[in-house]
């Protein structure tokens, strides 16, 4: 099975800010990544597939980059409403598989 | 409007069984890959078993291999998610969604195994 690490598993930042969190594939995963944005008590929502792709309706200040086994989401210029936990979820091939969760929070 | 809707949660003893259903709305269903997620509360998502647009291709995680099944409907527009010889650790919010990415996502189904 493809494991999925991401790092950092939790985060403090300002509103304002701009970070990064990555997520490393155990094998090639060609560009088969996506990001989601939890946040407590909600369905997770989907930010970006294809490791770049911006889903519909997201806001651009998320960005996705990557290919083979390391990928980075990017956000940037942080508002309140993004303090939340950020999962990876690799598709390329069945068993799928989440990273462990970053969970991002108001410094 | 696109909408899934997780029904058939509840509270089972271990061993049991229980069968969770996903309608869904709003598109195509007969396009789509699906998949079953599932979180316990506090904790991480696990994928747990994902389907292809006919059923004819199916995947399972290790942890329900054997016990959980999958399978789908595409007249009625709905997911099946079978669960059999439940144990404690199945415990938690199952959610069905949308396609490889997952696009799409239900508000979740709650199952609580405990005796």
């Known amino acids: 099975d493809i494991q999925m690490t991401q790092s950092p598993s939790s985060l403090s930042a300002s509103v304002g800010d701009r970070v990064t969190i990555t997520c490393r594939a155990s094998?090639?995963?060609?560009?088969?990544l996506a990001w989601f944005q939890q946040k407590p008590g909600k369905a997770p929502k989907s930010l970006i597939y294809?490791?770049?792709s911006l889903q519909s309706g997201v806001p651009s200040k998320f960005s996705g980059s990557g290919s083979e086994t390391d990928f980075t989401l990017t956000i940037s210029s942080l508002q309140p409403e993004d303090f939340a936990t950020y999962y990876c979820?690799?598709?390329?091939?069945?068993?799928?598989?989440f990273g462990q969760g970053t969970k991002l929070e108001i410094k | 409007e696109v909408h899934l809707v997780e029904s058939g949660g509840g509270v089972e003893r271990p061993g049991g069984s229980l069968r969770l259903s996903c309608e869904a709305s709003?598109?195509?269903?007969?396009?789509?890959?699906m998949n079953w997620v599932r979180q316990v509360p506090g904790k991480g998502l696990e994928w747990v078993l994902g389907?292809?647009?006919?059923?004819?291709?199916?995947g399972y995680a290790d942890s329900v291999k054997g016990r959980f099944t999958i399978s789908r409907d595409n007249a009625k527009n709905r997911l099946y998610l079978q669960m059999n010889s439940l144990r404690a650790e199945d415990t938690a919010l199952y959610y069905c969604?949308?396609?490889?990415?997952?696009?799409?996502w239900g508000k979740g189904a709650t199952v609580a195994v405990s005796s």
């Open positions: 969604a949308r396609g490889m990415y997952m696009d799409v």
């Open positions: 709003g598109f195509s269903f007969d396009d789509f890959d």
């Open positions: 389907i292809n647009w006919n059923g004819d291709k199916i």
């Open positions: 094998q090639d995963i060609y560009n088969y």
């Open positions: 294809a490791a770049s």
């Open positions: 979820q690799q598709y390329d091939n069945y068993p799928y598989t």
